[in-house]
């Protein structure tokens, strides 16, 4: 096999990798090495363990994104400002390796002044999405750790915001009184909306609300299968409030995990929304390859 490029997905805690032939994957692999574990001279032998199998004694291109192109990364790749197209030709950054059989390129993140806020991995999904869904004037929703929503508009990232909703759930439900009441995986559909329901409606309560979990597990006996679903239900309702000019009025597609997206899709329904939905491994590809025709553009 010698595939015509790699796409690479490098976030914090993970390294995916794919082999692209003109159909598409001709092969995928993945580890644990992700931008958190790595110094920069770790990169390209993490890189290489990975797709070694697949090269062959020419150049390879190699598009990457994420996490790799931090400052903490193998190469820091500068924010391109918003309003912007999500990735552009002549803006990916050139990464010098010690193997010449890869050439390796980043694509940067993207950036907003005002609210100060940045993305990077997620432009790469956004320019996927856009591919996928030719002519898309709307919001996209791409909830995870560090939840993103962003107003398109004309191909471009007009404005976004960034909410920590999947972060303050795992430190809640994990390392503050609340985790005592939270060991489990069952779900109550119903304990989800009304968290949801809650919050949305009065979100100044937040903290108060998270006490009573703790409160009502010691006087009433609440399960973690309803505790865990609850809290999930009022950090995202405390995310929908906050983003209500985002989708207000909007087409919203969501890109993520499949659970993940089932949540938001459930609390959007709650407000009458009827959100689409992405796959986030198509939306990752299909913007890398959006990446490298923009390359193929700049490039003799």
Request: aromatic letters at 6%.
């Amino acid at each position: 096999m010698s595939p015509d490029w790699i796409a690479v997905d490098w976030g914090t805690s993970n390294l995916r990798v794919w082999a692209m032939g003109p159909a598409g994957v001709l092969d995928h692999a993945s580890s644990d090495e992700g931008m958190g574990k790595l110094s920069r001279d770790g990169f390209e032998p993490a890189l290489l363990r990975l797709i070694g199998p697949w090269l062959s004694d020419g150049a390879t291109p190699v598009i990457a994104c994420g996490m790799v192109g931090s400052r903490q990364g193998w190469a820091e790749a500068p924010y391109r400002a918003v309003p912007c197209t999500p990735v552009a030709p002549g803006a990916l950054l050139r990464v010098l390796t010690a193997d010449p059989r890869i050439a390796v390129q980043i694509a940067p993140g993207l950036s907003q002044a005002s609210p100060a806020d940045v993305m990077r991995g997620e432009e790469t999904q956004i320019a996927g999405a856009l591919a996928l869904l030719p002519n898309f004037d709307g919001v996209l929703c791409l909830p995870g750790t560090h939840s993103k929503w962003a107003h398109i508009s004309a191909g471009e990232v007009v404005s976004f915001q960034t909410y920590m909703t999947g972060e303050l759930f795992a430190l809640l439900s994990s390392q503050s009184v609340l985790r005592h009441g939270m060991a489990g995986d069952g779900w109550d559909e119903a304990a989800f909306l009304q968290g949801f329901d809650d919050a949305y409606a009065r979100p100044e309560k937040i903290s108060a609300r998270l006490f009573s979990l703790r409160a009502e597990g010691l006087l009433a006996g609440l399960s973690a299968d309803a505790a865990r679903p609850r809290l999930s239900g009022l950090m995202i309702g405390i995310e929908l409030a906050a983003a209500k000019p985002y989708w207000l009025g909007q087409r919203v597609v969501l890109i993520g995990a499949d659970r993940l997206c089932d949540n938001y899709t459930r609390a959007l329904a709650q407000l009458g929304l009827t959100a689409q939905r992405l796959d986030a491994t198509a939306c990752t590809l299909s913007g890398l390859a959006t990446a490298r025709g923009a390359l193929k553009k700049v490039l003799p």
